[in-house]
């Protein structure tokens, strides 16, 4: 621990001030409040050194790569100890709701065999890791309590300029925990380290009887979405199906589309939003593939947004889905952004008029083809379909809690099907207006 010594000094000698001007006082009292000052002034300063990104001086432009990930010891002292190419740059931060601690690169790349080793252990209960932006990435470590980081040490391991970080982390209490978290926004902002913002793109040109659609590719990066039984990982269903109906639409009509991702890249809830309202979309569909806790259900579900869910299960996958920024290392959304805000304005009651004549369009040609859930047509609040003014509907291609469904997922006979009925309803969707523009001179 390091402790500024002015400080210090500027304690005592304003208590030696004290000291003259109540000279009424005893001097036992004196000492006392002496002993307590010094003691405050040393434990606010031990939070603020724990609370503060910690930043080191490392090399820029050369992708770092993360060797290897480990944690280590118990409940009452657990280390997670990272291994790097070269020097790291790095921040550490704290967030809460639920408790976590996050190491966030600079130009970072994971590249260990063993995922085994990052299992829980001692304070930490999962971990996450995966590219946040181009040039940030994050290990995202959930704890068990709320924990702070007790210890920290950057050695060189050897000649060839490999570093290892050691990180360690003991439990403490909810109030302090919570201190910490208030101290580090003062500092770093809501986000941690990095405040993530929607790119400052201009809105494109909007053109005449040209339809743009937006195809979200839920999940991506630090966010591996949904994982089935034989490893499929949602996001890369996600990310090929969302390429292969764009490039079927984009050869099928007057559409333009617009990707949220064409990589593997994590991005928040509110960035697809605000690039869906940006594009002045004229659809936006988000495509998962999640699983549930019954794993007898199957099928696609078509998801419309409302307030209150139109059943349990819908609720449930709602809830998941609106969890992607948590996992990611973000701060859950704004309370404010609530639905309640929006459903009461006039065009959101008219998009969601939009987004169930869709829904109920796509199950109609759909059905007989691929195999849907009992009683497609389902909704509740997503955040990723809180557009006010852009017809937005979520689809389940199907669920990877379910052995057969995972096996269709990822066939590309399956692929082929689906992507073929979906782009035939978009088309079929907005004929009208087409048939309209070509009539008009
Ligand atoms: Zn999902």
Redesign the pocket.
Known sequence: MNFENTTIDGVESQLMNRLKEVSFLRVSLVLLLSAFICLSTLLSLTAQTNAQAVKTKGQTGQKLVVQSARIVGDKSATRIILEFTTKPKYQLFYMEKPNRFVVELDNGKFEFGDDAALNAVGLVINTRYGAITSSKSRLVFSLEGPAQLSNQDLQLKNKTGAYRLILELTPIDQSKFSSLIEKQISLLGASGGTVIKGGRVRSPEKKKGIFTIVIDA??GGIDG??IGSRKSL?KRI?LKMAMLIGDALQKSGPFKVAYTRKEDVFVSLKQRLNFTKRQHADLMISL???TLKQKYVRGATIYTLAKKASDKLAAE?AA??NL?DIVAGLAAPDAKDDVTDILADLTLRETTRYSRAFSKALVKKLKGKINLIKNPQRSASFAVLKSPDVPSVLV?LGYLSNRKDEALLTSDKWQKIAVKQIVATILSFFQTRINANAAQP
């Open positions: 839920g999940h979405g949904a949602e996600t998962h593939a999640d996958v998941s889905e992607s389940e």
